[in-house]
């Protein structure tokens, strides 16, 4: 049976391992917060810790980036010489992840095949992206990439699976443990079971196929994408037998059913920096007929929004950029409109914009019919509810 799905030889740190120093937030949390990083900077110390395998994109635009990336490489190579990484038979492994918000989310560690997703419009494959890529944001993902040995990434694919076959049949209980951690920084808990039974698996995934379309985008949509133009690049120096199993042809992610009580979709606001506040206030345009909010000097004032999100969204984008170009600046983008309040409050040429959630019952239906979303039209969750980099894969 030809499927998207594989199952790949899993990478995890030795048993030996502090797994709440090894796991680390997703890359893309936290860009305006610096003292985030700082403390999980003293939480990890010089312990092993993906946090050494991953480059936090606050760091992108600072002076050592460079340095970093190759430090990124280097660190592979030490702790693959010391021992640190040991790894599994194929399979998957079925993850629980507890949080502060939700008592329950479950997902399955798995391969899909890069040959069997695009991000291109309107694209027919059986892996899709939910929201619009920006082909800028690639290049330096890209050059992390290139250089390193093994991947371990924080994408999350979502599937629609209302009756929830997929894991259903999947008794615990019968599945030997992997891990069973608290999660730094506030993350809550997760737990992982190897699944060494995973034909059945993929043949109930096989069944939920929508016009050939299985999976969606739910986060990590420019990992996957440079996932992606990676292996384009590389595989145009492989015969057609080296392109069938080289290990760059598959990305690990998670895959989550999009009904799991665990998934919340919640808005991504954004944060305007660098600006005259009481200008683009008076400047900014209050058109529709739902609500949103717009914070200045650490206080909300209610905005009106098109009901429909993604039309919010782009209306909302658009206006930021043109004002951007006009008057200088920068965005961007936050979780939670706490982080809004306290941001606005701490820096006086700060504005957010919060804006509304999507329900995700409508995502598959609308991509399908639409095509891509607006860039960051939803987030699955708060900030700590984010995927923590725990497991890898090879891709030299």
């Known amino acids: 049976m030809s499927s998207c799905i594989v199952a790949p030889e899993i990478i995890l740190p030795d048993v030996s391992v502090d797994m709440s120093a090894w796991a680390v937030i997703a890359c893309d949390q936290h860009t305006s917060d610096a003292k985030y990083w700082d403390k999980l900077e003293g939480v990890v110390g010089n312990k092993p810790s993906t946090l050494r395998l991953t480059l936090p994109e606050i760091y992108l635009d600072q002076p050592g980036c460079e340095d970093r990336i190759k430090k990124i490489s280097q660190t592979m190579r030490d702790y693959k010489r010391e021992g640190i990484f040991r790894k599994l038979p194929r399979g998957f492994i079925l993850v629980e992840r507890r949080t502060p918000y939700s008592p329950m989310r479950k997902g399955l560690v798995l391969s899909i095949d890069l040959e069997e997703y695009s991000y291109e419009q309107g694209a027919r494959c059986a892996v899709r992206a939910t929201e619009e890529t920006i082909l800028q944001r690639i290049p330096p993902r890209l050059k992390i990439r290139e250089q390193a ?22 008794k615990i209980e019968d ?70 199993t080289h290990p760059a042809r598959y990305a690990l992610v998670e895959a989550v059913n999009i009904y799991d009580p665990g998934i919340r979709f919640e808005g991504i606001h954004r944060i305007i920096k ?25 206080k909300a004032k209610p905005i009106a929004l098109p009901k429909d999100v993604a039309k919010a969204v782009r209306q909302t984008d658009e206006y930021i950029a043109e004002y951007l170009v006009a008057y200088g600046g920068s965005v961007d983008y936050i979780h939670g409109e706490a982080a809004l309040l306290d941001l606005t409050l701490e820096n006086a040429d700060y504005v957010g914009i919060a804006l509304p959630k999507m329900d995700k019952a409508q995502l598959f239906a609308q991509v399908l019919k639409y095509g891509s979303l607006p860039r960051k039209t939803f987030s699955m969750g708060e900030s700590e509810e984010k995927r923590y980099y725990i497991e890898g894969k090879e891709i030299r």
């Open 175 to 244: 599945l030997n443990r992997v891990y069973d951690f608290d999660l730094n920084m506030g993350g809550g808990h997760v737990t992982g079971y190897f699944v060494s039974d995973y034909r059945p698996i993929i043949e109930r995934f096989e069944r939920l196929k929508k016009d050939g379309v299985l999976f969606m985008v739910g986060d990590g949509n420019h990992s996957l994408a440079t996932a992606k133009a990676s292996w384009e690049q590389i595989k145009k120096t492989l015969s057609k037998d080296e392109q069938a």
């Open 149 to 170: 040995e093994i991947e371990f990434p924080h994408i999350m694919l979502l599937y629609d699976d209302p009756q929830n076959d997929v894991l259903g049949k999947i």
């Open 274 to 298: 660098g600006i005259d506040g009481k200008n683009f206030l008076q400047r900014f345009s209050n058109d529709g007929d739902g609500i949103g909010a717009i914070y200045y000097g650490g």
